[in-house]
Structures are given as structure tokens and as C-alpha cells.
């Protein structure tokens, strides 16, 4: 299975940015990187993805390195409502995916 | 849309019993997955649909658990004579068709609290 490395925790004061940094090394040509949220005791929610190019949308930015061993979720101003646990995931034809135990984000005010 | 529904949202079950759960994916979504997540793991891979067809079960999966999606719409999960470490979140999501392309849509979840 495809496999995501992401560190455990990060801290973010609030109105900052936040870049959760996360490695795939061993990602293959049509693997796209998606990034997930979860809240507790809700489900992940799903905030970006990409293949090749970086990708903005309203919640947050994606940045993929050029050998797209490693990404970045961008969070550019954090609020209280951002804590939660991230996920980076590699969505590939093989239909399922395998998650990991995601990066921990706390919000400082 | 409303979402990926699941039902029920919680569940208190005794040992040994059997338990079933439910999922409404959104309607037009032709995959469907189920994920189960124990207190500060990720969601861990039980199984998978493309319409009404089971492709893949998890080998952590074993033969008390078993899954259904007739006619490619909801589906249902069955555990049964349950056991105190299937206690666990319950994740069901749903996605279109080139996959990789598309993101999940999970549910809420259900909570199953074996005693």
C-alpha cells in the first residue's frame, strides 16, 4: 500500500500560517495527494488534493514538490476552528486508501 | 444532497451479540468504502464497493464481519457474536468513479461500544 509519513503534532498560534508538511516517497505517476481533516467524533472531511501542481482553494493551499516525494498543506491564517487532525493520503487506482495516524494541529489564541 | 448518512450513531451492544449498521452514500457516488477507527489511530481499511460488487476485504477483516450494498445504493456492515476489541468508530465514505481524481465523502460514523 501506498504509505504517507506526517509528523505527530504541530502547533499554530492563531491568525498565522501553518505548513503541515507531509512525505511520499514512494508515490506513483497517477497517485494523487489529498489532504483530510477530522474533528472528534465526526468523520475525515475533505479539504484539498492534487497531482502535479499546486492547488489552491478556498479552505487552504496544496504545495507539491517537483519530484512529488512531499507535500505541504498550507493554512494561511489559522483559527481555533483549524485544530483538528490532519491527514495526507495517497488516492490510487488500486481503489482503496491507507491513512495514517495523521498530524495532530493545536490552535494557540 | 444530504451527505453520507449513517445509522445508528452510536450502539451499545453486549458480548456476543450481533450488530448492524447502515450507509447512505450519496446518491450519484459509485464506490463506497468502509473504514473502521479506533481513539487516536487513523481509519484503518475494511472493504470496498464499485456499485453492488465487493472488490476488495481487508485481511484484518475476518469471518465474523460481513458487508452488503444490493442494488448499488446503501449498504450495511453485520458484525457478528461481537467481541469487546470490535469496539471501534465505524467510518463509511463515498466517491466517484475515476477515484483518484475525486475525493471522499465520509459520514458522521458509528460508535460501537461492546460490553
Known amino acids: 500500500d501506498a504509505k504517507t509519513t506526517q509528523p505527530n503534532s504541530m502547533e499554530s498560534n492563531e491568525e498565522e500560517p501553518v505548513h503541515l508538511p507531509c512525505n511520499h516517497s514512494?508515490?506513483?505517476?497517477?497517485?494523487?495527494i489529498h489532504w483530510y481533516r477530522q474533528l472528534p467524533s465526526q468523520g475525515p472531511e475533505y479539504v484539498i488534493h492534487g497531482l502535479t501542481s499546486n492547488v489552491n482553494n478556498r479552505m487552504a493551499s496544496l504545495a507539491i514538490a517537483e519530484d512529488r516525494k512531499s507535500s505541504t498543506l498550507i493554512l494561511h491564517r489559522a483559527t481555533l476552528r483549524d485544530a483538528a487532525v490532519y491527514y495526507c493520503i495517497l488516492r490510487t487506482n488500486a481503489g482503496k486508501s491507507t491513512f495514517g495516524d495523521g498530524t495532530t494541529l493545536t490552535v494557540k489564541p | 444532497d444530504t451527505g453520507v448518512s449513517q445509522d445508528p450513531r452510536h450502539k451499545i451492544t453486549k458480548r456476543g451479540q450481533n450488530v448492524t449498521f447502515r450507509c447512505d452514500p450519496i446518491?450519484?457516488?459509485?464506490?463506497l468504502y468502509w473504514y473502521r477507527q479506533t481513539l487516536g489511530q487513523g481509519p484503518e481499511f475494511l472493504t470496498y464497493?464499485?456499485?453492488?460488487?465487493?472488490?476488495?476485504k481487508s485481511r484484518l477483516l475476518s469471518d465474523r464481519f460481513s458487508a452488503e450494498r444490493p442494488k448499488g445504493s446503501f449498504s450495511t456492515l453485520e458484525i457478528q457474536r461481537t467481541e469487546q476489541g470490535d469496539s471501534a468508530m465505524y467510518l463509511c465514505a463515498s466517491s466517484l468513479n475515476p477515484h483518484n481524481n475525486y475525493g471522499y465523502t465520509f459520514g458522521s460514523g458509528t460508535r460501537l461500544t461492546v460490553v
Open positions: 464497493f464499485q456499485n453492488e460488487a465487493q472488490l476488495e
Open positions: 446518491s450519484e457516488h459509485n464506490r
Open positions: 514512494t508515490i506513483s505517476g497517477t497517485d494523487y
